[in-house]
């Protein structure tokens, strides 16, 4: 089973992240031919926390 993030970049665009082994995976707006990988996830809160 996938574990799947959707989430709104901080540009305001759709994004997709998949937990891949030990490293993100984020694809615009879930299109995983345009994505790319990281070993991190940075966010901010609904209430501004960061």
Known sequence: MD???NYI?????NWQM???GDHF???PN????RAHTDTVM?????DGRK
């Open 42 to 46: 940075h966010y901010i809160g609904w």
């Open 18 to 20: 998949k937990l891949k």
């Open 25 to 27: 995976v984020h694809a």
């Open 30 to 33: 879930g299109d995983h031919s």
């Open 3 to 5: 574990s799947i993030l």
């Open 9 to 13: 970049s901080d540009t305001g665009e």
